[in-house]
């Protein structure tokens, strides 16, 4: 089944161009006859038994001739002299990211060559660098439509993926991560600093999730979500609210903090007491029951997250039968 990010990243044979090649025995004065007929021809590629062997470029080959002694010494012995032996060549199937990452990786003088495609073995054709960065620039587009625009993480098309794809694991654990009295917070000190807090946040989940190689993604405002194939999270929740709490008071004045009797404009539109964000987190596994589809994951983590809102402080709760102490 073709996922949201195959449809991005697409496969190097996509954009490969079919070209002449020639067999390691021609002669050079045919290359520079080919080369003078097809003046937007880069390289000419050497197969030798259906497979690529060399490659032979405008630039190198017409520095090596233009030499004082270059045209009587190569123009008439076999093209394989002046061709460059080990060209970059990529299977059909390799993914454009990987393919503009080796492209990018080889020597100054080799930057610019046409990569070599080939399929099952077999030469296939060739891509230009330009078309090559073409592409990958438009996938870097594509794929970014794909991510939370302020924290640059996975959004809700890629989390969907992801969940769709946990349901057929043996173990897994889905992580809900809210902030309380974000919205007060929001409206006290404005939408510049609330997305502050946020890149804050992400700050704290990437060092503690995808740094240690798990899913993490921002499903909108102050929601966010880890997808972990296992069950042991009791010390990676630990340590995430340990870390948020020590460090979120720095973004509150301090008088705001010290004064007993500061009143904020809750929900419901009342002056309310106020209370300093904290982070709930609503933990799903697998372990003691089973979900079929994602629509039953979701409505599964919606009910432990209630039960973390109903918990004063920051708190994670556990398949609704573990929680942690709330913190002080």
Same mark, same amino acid.
Do not use: W
């Given at each position: 089944m073709m996922t949201k990010i195959d449809e991005v990243v697409s496969n190097i044979g996509r954009i490969v161009?079919?070209?002449?090649? *020639?067999?390691?025995?021609?002669? $050079?004065?045919?290359?520079?006859?080919l080369f003078t007929e097809n003046p937007d021809m880069r390289g000419i590629v050497v197969v030798h038994h259906e497979k690529p062997v060399a490659h032979i470029t405008r630039t190198h080959f017409y520095q090596k001739i233009g030499t004082l002694y270059g045209y009587n010494l190569y123009m008439g012995r076999e093209s394989q002299l002046l061709a460059k032996t080990n060209p970059l060549i990529v299977d059909f199937h390799k993914p454009i990211t990987e393919v503009s990452k080796?492209?990018?990786? =080889?020597?100054?003088?080799? &930057?610019?060559?046409?990569?070599?495609?080939?399929?099952?073995?077999?030469? @296939?054709?060739? !891509?230009?660098? =330009?078309?090559?960065? @073409?592409?990958? !620039?438009? #996938?870097? !587009?594509?794929?970014?439509?794909?991510?939370?625009? /302020?924290?640059? /993480?996975?959004?809700?098309? &890629?989390?969907?993926?992801? /969940?769709t794809e946990i349901l057929y694991l043996e173990k897994y654990s889905v992580l809900y991560f809210d902030l309380d009295n974000f919205k007060t917070y929001n409206d006290l000190y404005g939408f510049n600093k609330g997305d502050k807090v946020l890149l804050h946040v992400t700050d704290i989940l990437k060092r503690n999730i995808t740094q240690q190689g798990y899913f993490l993604g921002h499903i909108g405002g102050d929601d966010f979500m880890a997808i972990l194939p296992q069950y042991k999270v009791d010390a990676m929740c630990e340590d995430i609210?340990?870390?948020?709490?020590?460090? #979120?008071?720095?973004?509150?004045?301090?008088?705001?903090?010290?004064?007993? $009797?500061?009143?904020?404009?809750?929900?419901?539109?009342?002056?309310?007491?106020?209370?300093? @964000?904290?982070?709930? #987190?609503? !933990?799903?596994?697998?372990?003691?029951?089973?979900?079929?589809?994602?629509?039953? *994951?979701?409505?599964?983590?919606?009910? *432990?997250? =209630? $039960?973390?809102?109903? *918990?004063?402080?920051?708190?994670f709760i556990i398949d609704e039968a573990d929680c942690c102490a709330p913190t002080q």
């Open positions: 161009k079919a070209v002449p090649s *020639i067999s390691p025995t021609l002669k $050079n004065k045919e290359v520079d006859k080796l492209a990018m990786e =080889r020597q100054e003088e080799d &930057l610019y060559d046409d990569v070599i495609v080939t399929k099952d073995d077999k030469f @296939m054709g060739v !891509v230009s660098i =330009r078309a090559l960065l @073409m592409e990958f !620039v438009d #996938i870097q !587009v594509q794929f970014a439509s794909f991510l939370n625009p /302020l924290s640059k /993480l996975p959004g809700n098309h &890629l989390i969907d993926q992801k /969940l609210i340990s870390e948020f709490d020590e460090t #979120i008071p720095s973004f509150y004045d301090e008088k705001h903090l010290k004064d007993p $009797n500061f009143k904020v404009k809750g929900r419901s539109g009342n002056l309310e007491d106020f209370t300093i @964000m904290c982070l709930s #987190i609503a !933990v799903l596994t697998n372990e003691k029951q089973k979900f079929d589809k994602v629509e039953d *994951i979701s409505d599964a983590v919606a009910a *432990i997250k =209630r $039960n973390c809102k109903k *918990i004063k402080g920051s708190c």
